[in-house]
């Protein structure tokens, strides 16, 4: 098998990352490097490894490239270095992961790669950097500035597949495992002993050049939507808070239960031996749930009913007979408390500023005390110093997805689900 020219592989390399000479736009003069120096990082864990069989390039989902030596040694430094733009975009956008998550199989990986060269030819565009073999939105005849998954769902249709197709591919097919997560052939698979980039080492590396193409697009003073949108999403992943909050609210319940001293599952040895009389103390406490709800203005009402649904959802996953909650609404003052079977058919009332101390205060005159409180709040709010004596504490933190990093802080004593809403 013939070698790889590396000189030529570096060469590319440096082109995309180097600094443009003068101050032209990027991609004026077509041989000017690129100016793209947070690639660095996912360019340089590339393991290159020589292939004649693939048509230029195709990467695996464990960073390795495939390059065809006959291509390589033909094609000039700009299109070396597009094709190692495209591929190290597969795989900074993790489109291995997201084709697993649309269950992309055999049958539907070439289509899936290129709903996702749609998306990398978005982005590189700007840069003059698109392979020109590459699907663009015009090619494919879709709307421009959608996401792959986006694309797969308007070009695949609503069929489903009853059996996944599942084996390997050819190397000529579609960009590569690392595009869409189905093996190739020819591709070396999660051995370490041609080089590999793990899972947990490639996470590393999304995050690193994220948080260099933040810092170099302050300073060249433009971000196309595609990088700002990526940048976002892999240093604030989207981590489901519908789970963590039923989660949250079962674990209360759970553990106020077994403060219990007597359970139906552990009935009294003592029971079997004494006919006919029954024995105090053997039933099982109905946890209690309260929940404050911040309907101050500034809370999003969409978010809000999402929310109380969750705990709704939650409580109800216990089968517990006869469970009510109680709601207070809560701005600048405790309004109401209702005790409803669920969560939201609440009436909510309020829209002044918010002061949830009120509603915390409240809950310690509930009798019997509550074994869980969930505090629904945008978190604008002062809280008191200790939470209410014998009642775990929830707070849902309701919040949009844009307002970033700086939320507001929930107490220590209180349990925190940050429930973002995109
Ligand atoms: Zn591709």
Known sequence: MAGLDGQKLAAAKLWLISPSPGNGPVGADPSAPRDLPYLATALYALVAVANEDVARMTCDEYWRIYVNPAWLDAAPVPAVGAELAHVVWHLLA??????????VDKSTAVLWDECA?????????PDSLRPSALATFRTMRVP???????????KSGLSVVDSPDSGTLQPGEGCGSGADGIPRSHEHGPSTDIGAVTFVEARAIRERVAIEAREHSTKRGDLPGDLERWIQETLHPRIPWQPLLSGAVRRGIGWAAGRGDYTYQRPSRRASSVRGVVLPGQHRQVPRVSIIIDTSGSVDDELLSQALGEVDGAIASLGLPGSHVSVYSVDAAAHLTQRVRRARDAQLIGAGGTDLRVGLKAIEHERPR????????????????????GSAVIVALLAHRWWGEDLPETPEWATRVECMLD
């Open 117 to 125: 060269d749609v998306t990398i030819s978005h982005t590189l565009e």
């Open 144 to 154: 421009e500035g959608l996401s792959a998954e986006e694309y797969f769902a308007l």
């Open 370 to 389: 509550p074994d869980v409180v969930v505090v629904l709040t945008d978190g604008y709010t002062p809280w008191p110093a200790t939470p209410p004596p």
């Open 94 to 103: 993790d489109h291995s992961t997201r084709a697993r998550d649309q269950d």
